[in-house]
């Protein structure tokens, strides 16, 4: 098991579409568990696979992420493989979402209020679900992961514009100082 290096905007694996998981061999379960141990690492409650430079259809999120008081250890992920948005009702704003994959930055994101998702758990059998509140924001985000669309791509092109300069600021800034 690994904890991954998790990529930040503007790393290309994370504006590319991943391509379908065909099998569910060992490497995919290897994947998994990896991006677990890389999730708790930092202070995520979802993570999809292109966030780690990999671009197959993989998220996984925190199994108690619906309830804020559960502590216990050792935390516990569901992997869904290939998943999908097969239905969608309603639309709220999901106030100060966040990416780890986003440096210093949180915004209202336009989201569906509740989801229905088809995938694969990590067995391979095939799964049918609602999802609301929490759950539908994760589903949302992390299903736009997996076809390189980050959250920053669904705010007005006036912040999006500001954020990624102000990004670009603060790279050129660690660019200097390895200089
Ligand atoms: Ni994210």
């Given at each position: 098991?690994?904890?991954f290096?998790i990529?930040?905007y503007p790393?290309k694996?994370l504006?590319?579409?991943?391509?379908?998981?065909d099998?569910i061999?060992?490497?995919?379960?290897?994947?998994?568990k990896?991006?677990?141990?890389t999730?708790?690492?930092?202070?995520?409650v979802?993570?999809?696979?292109?966030?780690?430079?990999?671009?197959?259809r993989v998220?996984?999120?925190?199994?108690?992420?619906?309830d804020?008081?559960?502590?216990?250890?050792p935390?516990e992920?569901?992997?869904?493989?290939?998943?999908e948005?097969?239905?969608?009702?309603g639309?709220?704003i999901?106030?100060?979402?966040?990416?780890?994959?986003?440096v210093?930055?949180?915004?209202?994101?336009?989201r569906?209020e509740?989801v229905?998702?088809?995938?694969l758990?990590i067995d391979?059998?095939?799964?049918e679900f609602?999802a609301e509140?929490?759950?539908?924001?994760i589903?949302?985000?992390?299903i736009d992961h997996l076809?390189?669309?980050?959250?920053?791509?669904?705010?007005s092109s006036l912040k999006r514009?500001?954020?990624?300069?102000?990004r670009?600021k603060?790279?050129?800034k660690?660019?200097?100082k390895?200089?």
């Open positions: 098991m690994a904890i290096n990529l930040k790393e694996s504006s590319q579409p991943s391509a379908k998981v099998v061999d060992d490497k995919i379960k290897e994947l998994i990896d991006m677990g141990e999730m708790f690492s930092d202070a995520g979802g993570l999809a696979a292109p966030q780690i430079g990999i671009n197959k998220m996984i999120y925190d199994s108690h992420a619906m804020p008081e559960y502590d216990e250890e935390r992920i569901t992997a869904l493989i290939n998943p948005i097969i239905a969608s009702h639309s709220f999901s106030e100060d979402e966040g990416c780890l994959s986003v210093d930055y949180r915004a209202n994101v336009k569906y509740k229905r998702v088809k995938a758990s391979g059998k095939e799964l609602d509140g929490v759950l539908a924001i589903m949302q985000h992390e076809d390189g669309i980050l959250f920053i791509d669904r705010i514009a500001m954020y990624k300069k102000k670009k603060e790279l050129q660690e660019l200097e390895e200089q």
